[in-house]
């Protein structure tokens, strides 16, 4: 039976993407290769968020053209994913040793395309049509053989965005907005956990926008909100987060569950952006920073001790330093916990590519240094704070850096190292934090309560 490498780049959702891709592969006799040396099928699975992200594909695609095809001419050789949606056979006029691109709602094809190209019955793929019921496509699981997996796991829930923020390609390459049904995602949901699941994360481009063309509020309550509901009954879940909100999808529903849904994990992911109400409105964010602001703060007074990390994006079109003091301000003001920083990056098709006043590298660069020595002193502060403190984790699996070593969770998501035992995976521990380090809490094993 043929086997696959599959190489992810990006976001949670590509990841969950190619999770489902492998099982279904899995499903139809396909074995997963442990590297791309001797895979029959090396798939990548791509993001066009940032033209960084673009270039790495595309330059680990020629590595494998110029090396794997040469020795190996029979391997076939694919893109998926965004970057596949985006520029579509054009992939294969720059490249063509590529054998098959397949957008984005076209994932669950991927065995059956394979097939065919393998089987030699078509010799090039390009596949990025639009595929109504997509959305509801990326079901299947890979539990077995990854410990981390078997306790954690994600749920795609929607597919696209209807946002149209002046920066960003997503609209664009996930399409617009699809939901799938709370009956479907339960019964997914609660497949995992029979399976041993003890935490869901729901994905989707703008998650709290679930549902909100196809399901009416009831009682007060918006479809994302009903879907948390649904998902929280679900016996044997511990705990559920949700990736990657918009600030505008936090209505009073969603922050009232917070005090409400005891499963519902105590951290937000709120994307910031810019602390610029000028620059907010260029993006088409739809949010002030008075909101934002706002918005922390009653998170923060309904779960006291949430954990909050952002996006930020320097150096957008037109952004002053009058503009970036804003951010840099607003960043003090809200202390997050952790943020991931972008320098803005110009994408074809986009509003803001197109931007008068774009901003230097130089400058995107240097605000990015000082946004992060900001961003990296509060985070140091933070966990320093909890040295000494006992915290609750769910114990994941092995650590990815040293994996002789176990790594948990907080509910507020910060990453805990311990040298437990494999007995405590999946578990729900109390343990002791006896150093701090770069973003992550160390535990001592003697110290663990059970
Ligand atoms: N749900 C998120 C939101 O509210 O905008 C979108 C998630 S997006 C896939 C991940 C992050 O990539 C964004 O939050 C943004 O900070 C960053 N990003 C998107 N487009 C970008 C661009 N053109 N240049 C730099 N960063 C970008």
Not at 260 to 269: D, E, N
Request: glycine share 8%; net charge positive; charged share 25%.
């Amino acid at each position: 039976m043929p086997s696959v490498y599959i190489k992810t780049y990006g976001c949670q959702m590509n990841e969950r993407d190619s999770e489902a891709v492998a099982a279904q592969l899995v499903a139809r006799g396909w074995s997963l290769a442990p590297s791309e040396a001797t895979a029959d099928a090396i798939l990548l699975n791509t993001c066009s968020v940032r033209d960084f992200a673009e270039q790495k594909a595309v330059g680990k695609m020629q590595n494998l053209a110029a090396e794997t095809r040469r020795a190996r001419p029979g391997v076939v050789l694919g893109f998926l994913g965004c970057m596949a949606q985006s520029r579509g056979r054009e992939l294969i006029d720059r490249l063509p040793d590529v054998d098959l691109v397949l957008g984005t709602q076209k994932f669950h094809h991927t065995a059956d395309y394979l097939a065919d190209l393998l089987a030699g019955r078509r010799t090039k793929i390009v596949d990025v049509a639009d595929e109504s019921g997509s959305e509801a496509a990326i079901r299947e699981h890979l539990l077995n053989g990854n410990a981390k997996k078997s306790v954690s796991a994600f749920v795609s829930i929607m597919q696209g965005c209807n946002q149209y923020c002046t920066f960003c390609i997503v609209p664009y390459t996930r399409g617009g907005e699809r939901s799938r049904t709370i009956p479907d995602i339960v019964a997914e949901c609660r497949q995992l956990a029979a399976g041993g699941v003890r935490e869901i994360t729901l994905l989707g481009q703008i998650v709290t926008s679930y549902g909100r063309r196809e399901l009416p509020v009831r009682d007060g309550k918006s479809a994302f909100v009903q879907l948390l509901e649904a998902v929280h009954e679900i016996d044997g879940l511990e705990r559920i987060r949700f990736t990657s909100p918009h600030p505008k999808g936090y209505g009073d529903d969603l922050i009232e569950a917070y005090g409400r849904l005891p499963k519902l994990c105590a951290w937000a992911h709120l994307p910031l952006q810019s602390g610029s109400d000028r620059i907010l409105k260029l993006m088409h964010r739809g949010d002030t920073r008075e909101h934002y602001a706002g918005l922390i703060a009653k998170l923060r007074r309904v779960r006291p001790g949430i954990g909050l990390t952002t996006d930020i994006i320097v150096g957008f079109p037109g952004e002053t330093e009058d503009d970036f003091e804003q951010t840099l301000a607003l960043c003090r003001e809200v202390r997050f916990d952790n943020a991931y920083l972008f320098k803005y990056s110009e994408r074809r098709d986009t509003p803001a590519a197109l931007m008068p006043d774009q901003v230097p590298q130089t400058v995107r660069e240097d605000r990015n240094q000082r946004l992060l020595t900001v961003i990296n002193d509060i985070g140091r502060e933070k966990y320093n704070d909890y040295l000494g403190r006992t915290v609750r984790i769910l114990v994941e699996g092995p650590s990815k850096t040293n994996p002789a070593r176990l790594t948990g969770r907080t509910s507020c998501n910060k990453i805990v190292l311990l040298e437990g035992a494999p007995r405590h995976l999946g578990q729900v521990l109390d343990v002791k934090v006896t150093r701090t380090g770069s973003f992550t809490l160390y535990a001592d094993p003697a110290i663990v309560n059970l």
